[in-house]
C-alpha cells in the first residue's frame, strides 16, 4: 500500500500542469492534442533488437555483426536504423553511488582507464554507422531476465541491491547516465519488476530479492493497479524530457497490454506493448496482431500500437515459409507496428533479406499520415484491411488466417471508393496491375495475404471520414468506466505454460474502446435503424481531439446507437474548435433518429467531439457520430 500511496503522488505530479477546469472535468474542451509526440517516432521506429534472437546471451560481437548486416544488406537504408541492446548487458549497480556497470567481459569496449564503465564508445561507434542505439531497463528493482528467466546466461551479480538493476528509486540517475552520458537514443521499459516479486515467492523469502508487491497481475485487470503502474512509467517519460529536451528520443513501454496500457499507452510513450510476447507460431501471431487491429484511434504520429518484434526468420515464419513471412511483415506494416526485427541477421538467407527489405511494404508503414489500418472486414477466416495514405490512395491487405484456401471479394465499399468507377489495384509484393468495378474475388492460398495500392473515385469527393483518417484522431477519453478485457483477440496457447491451467481467457483492457467503423463492442453503426458504413464509435462521457488539417466544414449524424442497453439517460453531442464551443445537439434518446450536424471548422486546428449524459454513469452506452466528416 505505500508504494502504491507513493505511485499515486507521482501520477499527481506528473499531471500537475494539467488545468483544474480538466481536471474537475475530463469532458471539458482543451483546444489541444494531448497524444504523445516526440521528434524522433513520427513514424513507426524501424531496427533491431538483440532478445529473440539471443535472449540474453548477448555480447559487443553479435551487436556489431547485426548493425553490419543491416547497414551491408541494405536495410539501414531502408529505414533500419535502430540496434537495440535488450536484457543481459548488466553486471551490477554499483553500491556507494548506484551507477549502473556494463558486463565488460561481453561488452570489452566498454571499459574505461579508471575501472568504470561506459557504452560511449559502442553508441559512437553505432551513430558513426548511420544508425540509432537502444538500451533495455525495467520498471521495477529488477529484471525480466531476473524474475521469469533466471536459468539464462548473464543475470546481474553481486548482493541484494547491487543486481537491484531496474530503474525503481533510479530514474532520473539511470535515464541521465543511458542518454546524456552514454548517447543512447531508445530505451525499452519492462514491467517485470512490478509483477513477480511478491512477499511470499520463495526467492524473497531466501533473501534473494527484496519484495515488491505486485502493481500487475497479467490475467486480472481487477488485481492491477492501473493508475500506480500508469505513474511509474509516466515518470520514466518525464525523466526522459528532462535528458532530452529537444525530443529526439523513443520511449518503448513493454507492458505486454497488461494494466489497461492499450487505452493510455498513447498518451505516455513513443510505442506500447499490446500484448504478451510473440513466439514463431501463426497462432501468435493471429494473437499479438489481434491485440491491435481493433485499436486504430490509439495509434498516432509519435505513439504507436506495438505486437511485438517481427518474427520473420524462425519457425512458421522461416525461409522455408515464404507465404506466411510475408504475411506477418506486410499485416505488421499495415497496422503501423515498429519494424524491429528480433532474428539473427548473420545468418539471414537472401530470401527472408528480401521480405525484411521490400521497398513497396515498408512504404505503408513509413507512410507521413501515420493511419493505422481499419479493420474492413472482419472474421475467423478471413480479415480484410484498409488504410487511407498521405497521398490519397488506399492499401488494403487481405489475409487468409486459417490454412485451407479460401477466396475473399473485395468491394469499393471496403475502399471507400465509388462503385460505379474504376478502381485500380497494384500487387505491392510482384507489382502487377489489376482493375476492379465494385468487387472481385480473390483466391487466396493457406495463410496468404494480399497487399495492394489502391487508387479510385472517392465516395466522399470533397474531403475525408474521419474513420479514414484515425491518425489524426485521439480519443482523450473514451468513456470506458472500469477497465474490461477485449474477448476478439485471437486465443493461442501461450508456449511457456501450454496447456496447465483452464486455458486462455481474455486478458488485455481496450473493450468498449472507440473504434472506427463500429461501435465501442464491435457491431454496427446504426442509430434508429439507419445503418452507417462509416462513423466514429465510441461511449457516451466520451470527449474526440480531431486535427483538422485546413479543411472548412465537419459534418456527422450524430445519436444513441442501437447496440446501447443501459438507455437510460439522453446524450448531448458538442463540437468545439480550438477550444470554443462551435455546436450542440439537442438531448437525444435510445431509439429516437439521429440528427445532423454541420459546423463551420476553418482555421480551427483542434476539433473535439464531446459526449455528456445529465450524470455519470458506470455503463455508459455506446453513441454513434454517423458519416463524421471533414470537407474543403
Known amino acids: 500500500m505505500i508504494f502504491a500511496r507513493a505511485a499515486a503522488a507521482a501520477l499527481a505530479i506528473a499531471s500537475a500542469g494539467v488545468t483544474m477546469a480538466r481536471a474537475a472535468d475530463p469532458l471539458a474542451a482543451t483546444g489541444r492534442w494531448t497524444a504523445y509526440e516526440r521528434a524522433a517516432a513520427r513514424t513507426p521506429p524501424m531496427g ?31 529505414g533500419y536504423r535502430y540496434v537495440n541492446i535488450d536484457d543481459g548487458w ?45 538500451i ?21 551479480e553481486g548482493d541484494v541491491g547491487e543486481r537491484e538493476v531496474g530503474l525503481y528509486g533510479h530514474v532520473d540517475q539511470d535515464i541521465a547516465l543511458y ?19 511478491p512477499s511470499t515467492d520463495a526467492r524473497v523469502k531466501a533473501g534473494q530479492y527484496r519484495a515488491l508487491e505486485p502493481l500487475v497481475d497479467v490475467d486480472s485487470l481487477g488485481r492491477t493497479d492501473v493508475p500506480a503502474v500508469r505513474s511509474l512509467y509516466q ?8 535528458s532530452n529536451p529537444d525530443g529526439d528520443f523513443v520511449y518503448s513501454i513493454c507492458l505486454w497490454g497488461a494494466a489497461d496500457v492499450r487505452a493510455w499507452g498513447k498518451d505516455v510513450g513513443a510505442m506500447s506493448r499490446t500484448s504478451e510476447d510473440i513466439s514463431p507460431t501463426w497462432s501468435r501471431m493471429l494473437h499479438n496482431l489481434d491485440s491491435v487491429s481493433r485499436r486504430a484511434l490509439y495509434a498516432h504520429p509519435g505513439s504507436w500500437n506495438d505486437p511485438d518484434m517481427l518474427y520473420v526468420g524462425k519457425g512458421d515464419f522461416d525461409a522455408a515459409h515464404l507465404v506466411e513471412a510475408r504475411s506477418h511483415f506486410a499485416l505488421w506494416a499495415m497496422v503501423n507496428a515498429p ?43 478471413v480479415s480484410i484491411f484498409v488504410k487511407t495514405l498521405a497521398g490519397g490512395d488506399k492499401a488494403v491487405a487481405i489475409l487468409n488466417r486459417t490454412a485451407a484456401p479460401t477466396e475473399a471479394v473485395l468491394t469499393a465499399e471496403h475502399l471507400k471508393f465509388l462503385a460505379t468507377a474504376d478502381i485500380e489495384l497494384t500487387d505491392l509484393w510482384t507489382g502487377a496491375a489489376t482493375r476492379l468495378r465494385a468487387d472481385r474475388k480473390f483466391q487466396l492460398a493457406p495463410r496468404q495475404t494480399l497487399v495492394f495500392r489502391a487508387r479510385g473515385a472517392r ?92 479543411f472548412r466544414r465537419f459534418t456527422a449524424s450524430v445519436g444513441v446507437d442501437d447496440s446501447a442497453q443501459e438507455r437510460a439517460q439522453p ?41 455528456r449524459t445529465p450524470s455519470p454513469s458506470r455503463h455508459p452506452d455506446p453513441v454513434t457520430w454517423g458519416d463524421a466528416a471533414l470537407h474543403r
Open 48 to 78: 533491431w533488437n538483440s532478445w529473440n534472437a539471443f535472449t540474453s546471451d548477448i555480447d559487443e560481437d553479435k551487436v556489431m555483426a547485426s548493425a553490419r548486416v543491416l547497414v551491408e544488406a541494405g536495410l539501414s537504408a531502408k
Open 90 to 134: 548488466w553486471l551490477k549497480r554499483r553500491a556507494g553511488d548506484g551507477r549502473m556497470l556494463i558486463r565488460t567481459a561481453r561488452f570489452p569496449s566498454a571499459a574505461t582507464p579508471d575501472g568504470g564503465t561506459s557504452f560511449r564508445p559502442l553508441t559512437d561507434r553505432l551513430h558513426a554507422m548511420g544508425l540509432k542505439a537502444g
Open 136 to 156: 533495455y531497463s525495467d520498471i521495477g528493482r529488477n529484471s525480466c531476465g531476473q524474475v521469469f528467466t533466471s536459468t539464462f546466461p548473464n543475470q546481474p
Open 179 to 197: 542518454f546524456q552520458e552514454w548517447g543512447f537514443d531508445l530505451i525499452k521499459v519492462d514491467g517485470c519488476g512490478v509483477r513477480g516479486l
Open 235 to 242: 515518470a520514466v517519460g518525464d525523466a526522459l524530457d528532462r
Open 339 to 381: 519494424l524491429i526485427i528480433g532474428y539473427d541477421l548473420r545468418t539471414a538467407a537472401p530470401s527472408l533479406l528480401e521480405v525484411l527489405g521490400a521497398r513497396e511494404i515498408i512504404a505503408l508503414n513509413q507512410d507521413p499520415a501515420g493511419n493505422q489500418a481499419v479493420l474492413a472486414f472482419d472474421s475467423d477466416d
Open 459 to 550: 465516395k466522399l469527393g470533397d474531403g475525408v471520414f474521419l474513420s479514414e483518417q484515425p491518425g489524426a484522431v485521439n480519443p482523450a477519453v473514451d468513456g470506458v468506466v472500469t477497465p474490461q478485457a477485449d474477448p476478439l483477440v485471437h486465443r493461442a496457447i501461450l508456449p511457456w505454460r501450454g496447456t496447465r491451467g483452464f486455458g486462455e481467457p481474455p486478458r488485455y483492457g481496450g473493450w468498449g474502446g472507440a473504434q472506427a467503423d463500429r461501435t465501442p463492442y464491435d457491431q454496427e453503426l446504426a442509430i434508429a435503424g439507419r445503418r452507417f458504413e462509416t462513423g466514429l464509435g465510441v461511449l457516451a462521457n466520451s470527449r474526440l481531439e480531431v486535427r483538422n488539417a485546413g
Open 571 to 611: 446524450v448531448t453531442f458538442l463540437v468545439y474548435g480550438d477550444g470554443k464551443l462551435l455546436a450542440t445537439s439537442r438531448p437525444l434518446s435510445f431509439g429516437q433518429p439521429p440528427q445532423d450536424l454541420g459546423v463551420e471548422v476553418s482555421g480551427v486546428k483542434v476539433l473535439e467531439l464531446v459526449v
